[in-house]
């Protein structure tokens, strides 16, 4: 069986809405930095990020 299916490819970053690199966990190295700190909002750079503000 190669159902193998993430019930969700996100950005580990918790406000960030962007899809994770390949073979990462998150989207940009701005987002791999702010995984120590909780922020509301998201720095990387994806205009469609919906926790970029
Ligand atoms: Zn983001
Ligand atoms: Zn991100």
Wanted: hydrophobic share 15%; net charge negative.
């Amino acid at each position: 069986m190669a159902d193998e299916k993430d019930e969700k490819k996100q950005c580990k970053n918790p406000p960030c809405t962007c899809p994770p690199q390949p073979g990462g966990k998150y989207c940009s190295a701005s987002c791999e930095g702010a995984g120590q700190t909780i922020e509301l909002d998201c720095d990387c750079p994806h205009p469609e990020c919906q926790g970029n503000f």
